[in-house]
């Protein structure tokens, strides 16, 4: 099973200012990483997959890069609706499909 | 609009069982994989389960394999989720998800229901 660690558990910034999430992969992913964000009493939601391809109508703010066992995303203007737990998830080695912990987003 | 209702959660005692049920609209259901991926309260995402559009491939993380049954009802737009021997950490929210893409695996998940929340405590 791929374990996937995300980095740092908690972020917290003011808007305006750049966010980066790391999430490392216990072994090769390949490209086959996607980010999902989370708001609080809400499902889940899709931002990238690939690793870098935004799904539609995802904010240009949003983006994300890597390859292999070190993926990362960047937030690089923060809104305050950007308050929220990032998951990473893989697809490469399956089953099982695995997340990461998560990394909470907190707007100052 | 793709919408995803779960339903069938509820408070369960440990060795119990409980079928859960999501129903689709919006998109050709027989077309698209389907997953449940559950939470438990205040902490991350697990993959639970997967399923092929036809029904015919079905695929199980190990916490859950032999107690839990995935299965499909594409007349009916519906997925469901067979828990049996219920145990204290299946206790969670359990969401059912859509594959993103036509005909692929269930693996990258584009649209989510609101989830239905299983509680097995006695």
């Known amino acids: 099973e791929i374990v996937l660690t995300q980095s740092p558990a908690t972020l917290s910034l003011s808007p305006g200012e750049r966010a980066t999430l790391s999430c490392r992969a216990s072994q090769s992913v390949s490209i086959y990483l996607a980010w999902y964000q989370q708001k609080p009493g809400q499902a889940p939601r899709l931002l990238i997959y690939?690793?870098?391809k935004r799904v539609t109508g995802i904010p240009a703010r949003f983006s994300g890069s890597g390859s292999g066992t070190d993926f990362t995303l960047t937030i690089s203007s923060l809104e305050p609706e950007d308050s929220a737990v990032y998951y990473c998830?893989?697809?490469?080695?399956?089953?099982?499909?695995?997340f990461g912990g998560g990394t909470k987003v907190e707007i100052k | 609009e793709v919408q995803l209702l779960e339903s069938g959660g509820g408070l369960v005692q440990p060795g119990g069982s409980l079928r859960l049920s999501c129903g689709a609209s919006g998109f050709t259901f027989s077309s698209y994989a389907m997953a449940w991926v559950r939470q438990s309260p205040g902490k991350g995402l697990e993959w639970v389960s997967g399923i092929s559009g036809s029904g015919d491939s079905t695929y199980y993380a190990d916490s859950v394999k032999g107690r839990v049954t995935i299965s499909r009802d594409n007349s009916k737009n519906t997925l469901y989720l067979q828990m049996n021997s219920l145990r204290a950490e299946d206790t969670a929210f359990y969401y059912c998800a859509k594959e993103t893409r036509e005909g692929d695996y269930p693996t990258l998940f584009d649209s989510w229901g609101q989830g239905t929340l299983v509680t097995v405590s006695s």
């Open positions: 690939d690793a870098s």
């Open positions: 998830q893989q697809r490469n080695t399956w089953p099982p499909l695995t």
